[in-house]
């Protein structure tokens, strides 16, 4: 059993090679920051004597992502965690367009890069699991962050249908949805100073990561942390398309505000 998790050097990627490590996985961690990996796989190679390797990778880039795929091709990489992704808070007009861009790469382009590169020596196996987080923001338009939130709906969309092509395979694809959750995740999007104002909606990783996990064992197709997230997700079903854009409208024009003024 080899996994690749991407994101691992924080949040919910960390949490998901703690747990993976700890029920006797090979990992390969891949991020940026090559010291944290580092770090990390030491650490749980000593834990729980499973071989732990890292790979430093900025994913916006194809000349690694090309690298990362040989050596996970080399390594027999039968488990696939695509869970690096950043947001960017803030109306459209104003936001910054390579950011914007570099976030389709990340969200969007390194995960279709990724698996397109993988399954097929997964199917030929009969054999592999891919996780692809997502976002319970894949369900809903979100004005201050409509390009985040189109990203996730994207990585929604193709993980579903994706699963049909895969039925019968013996490979499967999971995707996990989880609401806000403490991570780096709002510093990077620049929603700092927002976690005071709505704690009780934030779910920590290692729960998330948890949940997710042992979704992708199940071979969970849509895997949605938490009751909120799940009431959240039911929700969309009913109210108006409109409705719920005017909804996230509020909601996230509230986050944007909150966090200009914590940085004024
Ligand atoms: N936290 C939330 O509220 C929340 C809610 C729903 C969904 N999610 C999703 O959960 C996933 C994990 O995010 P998180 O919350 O755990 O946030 P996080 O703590 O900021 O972790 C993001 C991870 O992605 C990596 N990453 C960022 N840019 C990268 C790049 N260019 N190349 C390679 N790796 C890169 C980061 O590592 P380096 O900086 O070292 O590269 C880090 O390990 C994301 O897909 C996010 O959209 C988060």
Same mark, same amino acid.
């Given at each position: 059993?080899?996994?690749?998790?991407?994101?691992?050097?924080?949040? $919910?990627?960390?949490?998901?090679?703690?747990?993976?490590?700890?029920?006797?996985?090979?990992? *390969?961690?891949?991020?940026?920051?090559? %010291?944290?990996?580092?770090?990390?796989?030491?650490?749980?190679?000593?834990?729980?004597?499973? &071989?732990?390797?890292?790979?430093?990778?900025?994913?916006?880039?194809? =000349?690694?992502?090309?690298?990362?795929?040989?050596?996970?091709?080399?390594?027999?990489?039968?488990?696939?965690?695509?869970?690096?992704?950043?947001?960017?808070?803030?109306?459209?007009?104003?936001?910054?367009?390579?950011?914007?861009?570099?976030?389709?790469?990340?969200?969007?382009?390194?995960?279709?890069?990724?698996?397109?590169?993988?399954?097929?020596?997964? $199917?030929?196996?009969?054999?592999?699991?891919?996780?692809?987080?997502?976002? $319970?923001?894949?369900?809903? &338009?979100?004005?201050?962050?409509?390009?985040?939130?189109?990203?996730?709906?994207? @990585?929604?969309?193709?993980?579903?249908?994706?699963?049909? %092509?895969?039925?019968?395979?013996?490979?499967?694809?999971?995707?996990?949805? &989880?609401?806000?959750?403490?991570?780096?995740?709002? =510093? @990077?999007?620049?929603?700092?100073?927002?976690?005071?104002?709505?704690?009780?909606?934030?779910?920590?990783?290692?729960?998330?990561?948890?949940?997710?996990?042992?979704?992708?064992?199940?071979?969970?197709?849509?895997?949605?942390?938490?009751?909120?997230?799940?009431?959240?997700?039911?929700?969309?079903?009913?109210? &108006?398309?409109?409705?719920?854009?005017?909804?996230?409208? *509020?909601?996230?024009?509230?986050?944007?505000?909150?966090?200009?003024?914590?940085?004024?």
């Amino acid at each position: 059993m080899k996994a690749l998790i991407t994101g691992a050097s924080s949040g $919910i990627g960390e949490e998901l090679a703690k747990i993976m490590a700890a029920d006797g996985h090979s990992l *390969i961690l891949v991020a940026r920051r090559e %010291e944290k990996l580092e770090f990390l796989a030491t650490k749980l190679t000593q834990k729980y004597s499973v &071989p732990v390797k890292f790979f430093k990778a900025d994913l916006t880039n194809i =000349q690694d992502r090309e690298k990362l795929i040989e050596f996970s091709k080399t390594e027999g990489v039968d488990t696939l965690i695509n869970n690096a992704g950043f947001g960017i808070a803030g109306r459209f007009a104003q936001t910054n367009l390579e950011k914007n861009l570099e976030m389709i790469e990340l969200n969007i382009s390194a995960l279709v890069h990724l698996t397109r590169a993988l399954v097929p020596g997964m $199917i030929a196996k009969g054999d592999g699991r891919i996780l692809n987080v997502a976002s $319970i923001a894949a369900f809903v &338009p979100g004005a201050y962050m409509s390009v985040y939130y189109a990203t996730k709906a994207f @990585v929604h969309s193709h993980t579903v249908a994706l699963s049909e %092509e895969l039925a019968g395979t013996g490979v499967t694809i999971s995707g996990l949805y &989880p609401g806000p959750t403490v991570t780096e995740f709002n =510093q @990077v999007a620049g929603v700092q100073g927002l976690d005071a104002f709505r704690k009780n909606m934030f779910m920590d990783a290692a729960t998330v990561a948890d949940i997710g996990y042992r979704g992708m064992q199940r071979g969970q197709l849509l895997i949605l942390p938490g009751y909120k997230n799940k009431l959240i997700a039911a929700l969309t079903k009913v109210l &108006p398309v409109k409705v719920q854009a005017r909804l996230i409208k *509020i909601a996230n024009g509230k986050r944007v505000e909150a966090a200009a003024l914590h940085q004024s």
